[in-house]
């Protein structure tokens, strides 16, 4: 969330910037972005306010942004064609290395310039093309398979488009994308507007 | 993810749940289920684990999803499109009521079953139909100007697709859905596990 609201005020022609406007920004407290930002490091300078460019380049550094990162995609339906045409990944060093699909029919065809292989390529890939993340966009009931599947292969990070809570290993990192989860956490929070 | 994961159990026929299970589900220790379910009343007996279907029952209640909620959608490119088609918001009881564009070629086109109306009769709708829910589906250029006129408009929540932070004000509940900023969160460990 820093790097993004750092992004922004950078195209909005802001160098510098406080930790007030930077939590207005962030919906967060001025004390709570100096302790998040001093966790890393002496980055700004009393009374001076964060030199938006150097803040954004180190947290960039430390959060590994600056470098590419190889994913692969499993599920090439609607929601799967949608995830690899998304144009937002690859500006930002998301590179999608293969797709695969358990569905006999949908093996062989290309989506997104890829050739969709089967499942059962998954590792070999996996370790050819040096893939840390897996992106997973089939049916709720095949998710925690083809989670447990990646991370045999070796993927390090999960993204997760189905609509589950999947059970990995501590040593995975996974992110769900899920909007009605999103639209359900809000629910509790619109009632007492009403 | 309380809902989420004791829907999966009620679907997999477990109807009693300890909090140590639950935790293992959920990535929590079972003391922090205990407190966060003990903020909302006595739910479990001691030594017994949880009735999963009473706890859900109860959540929903509490957090508002034994309700329908009416959204509306605007930007109907191809990220809107598969939003609106997306088949998982219906059944969890969140009603598409209206699409909206600001793009005159956009407009009269049906999408979703629902004709797509400029932006200038987005505060009339908002009022007819009841629409608590603004879903965000515009470039990130647009996105903080259309929230603007959804929350002029009367909406209270908004689930925002576009990647940018957007600003908004404290009685306004806003979640992002941003597959990008999930990545790159997760990049962070991947370094570590590297």
Request: net charge positive.
């Given at each position: 969330m820093y790097v993004r609201a750092l992004t922004q005020l950078l195209s909005e022609g802001i160098s510098v910037v406080s930790s007030r406007q930077l939590g207005h920004r962030l919906q967060m407290t001025p004390a709570q972005i100096r302790k998040d930002l001093s966790y890393f490091g002496r980055f700004g300078k009393q009374g001076r306010g964060y030199d938006v460019h150097f803040l954004l380049e180190e947290l960039r550094q430390i959060l590994g942004l600056n470098q590419e990162w190889d994913a692969c995609l499993v599920g090439v339906g609607r929601l799967g064609r949608a995830i690899i045409n998304y144009p937002g990944f690859a500006p930002e060093?998301?590179?999608?290395?293969a797709v695969f699909d358990s569905d006999s029919r949908q093996v062989g065809g290309v989506v997104g310039g890829l050739r969709v292989q089967p499942m059962s390529a998954l590792s070999e890939a996996v370790e050819r093309d040096n893939i840390t993340i897996g992106i997973v966009a089939v049916p709720a009931a095949e998710a925690q398979s083809v989670i447990d599947q990646l991370i045999d292969s070796g993927v390090q990070g999960i993204l997760n488009y189905a609509p589950i809570a999947p059970q990995v290993s501590m040593h995975v990192v996974i992110r769900n994308i899920d909007p009605v989860l999103a639209l359900q956490s809000m629910t509790f929070y619109l009632r007492e507007l009403d």
């Open positions: 060093g998301f590179r999608m290395r």
